[in-house]
Nanobody
Framework: QVQLVESGGGLVQPGGSVRLSCVAS????????MYWYRQAPGKMREVVAS???????NYADSVKGRFTISRDNAKNTVYLQMNSLKPEDTAVYYC???????WGQGTQVTVSS
């Protein structure tokens, strides 16, 4: 079973930046597509970004141009660089590996002045 540990969240002012990290267990990390999701209070969990094993990335329209997903296969880690943050980016952020039903505990990002 895949274990996922997210970190890096916190309180940030509008317009600020934060980088999230997710460490995944398992030897097949390097061949897996990885995703970042978020869930705001009272809303459905939504996909924010994805990165394939070959580095192809996709983003939700709401974060395009502001967020960047990347990965380091040697460290079994996927990152989400979040810039120009807005209050509507406030949510718990989760990573997920393709083909797995496992979720980590998530990391809270709060954008507020």
């Amino acid at each position: 079973q895949v274990q996922l540990v997210e970190s890096g969240g916190g309180l940030v002012q509008p317009g600020g930046s934060v980088r999230l990290s997710c460490v995944a267990s398992g030897s097949i990390f390097s061949i897996s597509t990885m995703y970042w999701y978020r869930q705001a209070p009272g809303k459905m969990r939504e996909v924010v970004a994805s990165i394939s094993n070959t580095g192809i990335t996709n983003y939700a329209d709401s974060v395009k141009g502001r967020f960047t997903i990347s990965r380091d296969n040697a460290k079994n880690t996927v990152y989400l660089q979040m810039n120009s943050l807005k209050p509507e980016d406030t949510a718990v952020y989760y990573c997920k590996k393709s083909g797995s039903l496992s979720w980590g505990q998530g990391t809270q990002v709060t954008v507020s002045s």
